[in-house]
């Protein structure tokens, strides 16, 4: 009996040396609910987000910043009306929601792009803000010489709609050309061409505004509108008389300062509206460029040489509201004395001669719940333009 209690005994630890089969030294840490931290265990459960409640907002001080690595945007977290400065990843919408380094609250980088950002913290998602990278520096507020003076230059926004495979075009081209050699109608004015007729138009700008009478047709301060008069004496006469017209309808309500940087085929604009009277505005930018070469076609017999060279041709026109509204971006209200800020950039193609290359910058008031231009300027791609007082 002894025998078989004692082969029973053998057997029994050779079956629990089967079973615990490892190193005595290093036993196996067991997997138990007790012990989620196990690293062999593979199905370690996540630790729940503590829930959190409120309205999580993101903003930045800075809508552009240089490419350099050093120069930063600084955000700022706020759950309802606290701020949040730990715990939170910011992520770049436009890089599939990637993860973004950030030292602190401040964001730097050294490619240049547009980053749309947002930021995450715990169980909440904010708003989206864009940020943009550039290569060039970016443009301060320009020095206001008059503080104190409303009382700005006015002039008038003047833009023809042509193309130089618009047979008609060139009784405005000569009309116009009459009308502007008149040193008073010309210092009211600031001409700009759009060549949106046909895509075969060497200066030819896609996705602009079509205008409503055909081609050719001028509009001044996106308000008055004229086509040709057939002959050049007559649509020179119509021209200046509404030049006068819609120059007199109103004094400058609002007066422009620009600062704009150039490099490596980037414009950075930063445009400075300041208000003379309290109201709703706009503002725009285009990109012109002289010295372009186009045949003209020509269904009046008007056709002359110089109509073949294109100046004044927008390349560019970062002023759309809408798909019928291009009177430029909303700064909101302004009150009296006060001004408002907007930045542009704007890419150019490798065939636009930055030498031959200008801006024209607009700023337009609501009237009657639709907007007019009440000023225009215009300024080199690479320089600084101060308010223009009388």
Same mark, same amino acid.
């Given at each position: 009996?002894?025998? +078989?209690?004692?082969?029973?005994?053998?057997?029994?630890?050779?079956?629990?040396?089967?079973?615990?089969?490892?190193?005595?030294?290093?036993?196996?840490?067991?997997?138990?609910?007790?012990?989620?931290?196990?690293?062999?265990?593979?199905? /370690?459960?996540?630790?729940?987000?503590?829930? $959190?409640?409120?309205?999580?907002?993101?903003?930045?001080? #800075?809508?552009?910043?240089?490419?350099? %690595?050093?120069?930063?945007? !600084?955000?700022?977290? #706020?759950?309802?009306?606290?701020?949040?400065?730990?715990?939170?990843?910011?992520?770049?919408?436009?890089?599939?929601?990637?993860?973004? /380094?950030?030292?602190?609250?401040?964001?730097?980088?050294?490619?240049?792009?547009?980053?749309?950002?947002?930021?995450?913290? #715990?169980?909440?998602?904010?708003?989206?803000?864009?940020?943009?990278?550039?290569?060039?520096?970016?443009?301060?507020?320009?020095?206001?010489?008059?503080?104190?003076?409303?009382?700005?230059?006015?002039?008038?926004?003047?833009?023809?709609?042509? %193309?130089?495979?618009? %047979?008609?075009?060139?009784?405005?081209?000569?009309?116009?050309?009459?009308?502007?050699?008149?040193?008073?109608?010309?210092?009211?004015?600031? /001409?700009?061409?759009?060549?949106?007729?046909?895509?075969?138009?060497?200066?030819?700008?896609?996705?602009?505004?079509?205008?409503?009478?055909?081609?050719? !047709?001028?509009?001044?301060?996106?308000?008055?509108?004229?086509?040709?008069?057939?002959?050049?004496?007559? !649509?020179?006469?119509?021209?200046?008389?509404?030049?006068?017209?819609?120059?007199?309808?109103?004094?400058?309500?609002?007066?422009?300062?620009?600062?704009?940087?150039?490099?490596?085929?980037?414009?950075?604009?930063?445009?400075? $509206? #300041?208000?003379?009277?309290?109201?709703?505005?706009? +503002?725009?930018?285009?990109?012109?460029?002289?010295?372009?070469?186009?045949?003209?076609?020509?269904?009046?017999?008007?056709?002359?040489?110089? =109509?073949?060279?294109?100046?004044?041709?927008?390349?560019?026109?970062?002023?759309?509201?809408?798909?019928?509204?291009?009177?430029?971006?909303?700064?909101?209200?302004?009150?009296?004395?006060?001004?408002?800020?907007?930045?542009?950039? =704007?890419?150019?193609? /490798?065939?636009? +001669?930055?030498?031959?290359?200008?801006?024209?910058?607009? $700023?337009?008031?609501?009237?009657?719940?639709?907007?007019?231009?009440?000023?225009? $300027?215009?300024?080199?791609?690479?320089?600084?333009?101060?308010?223009?007082?009388?």
């Amino acid at each position: 009996m002894k025998k +078989v209690l004692r082969y029973a005994s053998l057997l029994f630890a050779a079956a629990m040396l089967a079973v615990s089969c490892g190193d005595p030294a290093d036993p196996q840490t067991p997997v138990t609910p007790e012990n989620p931290e196990n690293p062999e265990n593979p199905e /370690k459960p996540e630790q729940p987000q503590e829930p $959190v409640t409120g309205t999580l907002t993101l903003s930045v001080d #800075k809508l552009i910043i240089q490419s350099n %690595g050093s120069d930063a945007a !600084t955000f700022t977290v #706020k759950l309802d009306d606290k701020d949040i400065t730990s715990d939170i990843v910011f992520r770049d919408s436009k890089s599939g929601d990637a993860v973004i /380094k950030t030292d602190g609250m401040k964001f730097t980088t050294t490619e240049a792009k547009e980053y749309a950002i947002w930021a995450e913290y #715990k169980t909440l998602m904010s708003n989206e803000v864009k940020v943009t990278a550039v290569a060039s520096e970016v443009p301060e507020t320009p020095e206001d010489p008059q503080p104190a003076n409303t009382s700005f230059v006015r002039r008038v926004l003047l833009t023809q709609f042509t %193309g130089t495979e618009c %047979g008609w075009c060139p009784v405005m081209k000569a009309g116009l050309k009459d009308a502007l050699s008149d040193e008073s109608i010309a210092d009211k004015v600031i /001409k700009a061409d759009a060549h949106n007729f046909s895509a075969q138009d060497p200066a030819y700008i896609g996705g602009f505004y079509t205008p409503a009478d055909g081609y050719p !047709t001028v509009i001044l301060d996106w308000t008055l509108s004229f086509g040709h008069q057939r002959t050049t004496a007559n !649509t020179s006469k119509v021209a200046k008389q509404l030049i006068n017209e819609r120059y007199d309808a109103e004094e400058a309500y609002a007066g422009i300062a620009v600062n704009s940087k150039y490099a490596d085929g980037v414009i950075t604009l930063k445009a400075v $509206v #300041k208000a003379a009277q309290t109201g709703n505005y706009r +503002v725009g930018a285009w990109l012109l460029e002289d010295g372009l070469k186009g045949q003209q076609k020509d269904n009046s017999g008007l056709l002359e040489d110089w =109509m073949h060279n294109l100046d004044d041709c927008v390349r560019i026109a970062d002023s759309k509201a809408s798909s019928s509204n291009f009177c430029g971006h909303s700064l909101g209200q302004i009150k009296a004395g006060e001004t408002a800020e907007r930045m542009f950039i =704007m890419n150019m193609k /490798k065939s636009w +001669v930055p030498e031959n290359c200008e801006l024209v910058v607009f $700023v337009s008031r609501e009237t009657d719940k639709s907007y007019s231009v009440t000023n225009v $300027v215009k300024c080199p791609i690479d320089g600084v333009l101060q308010f223009e007082y009388k």
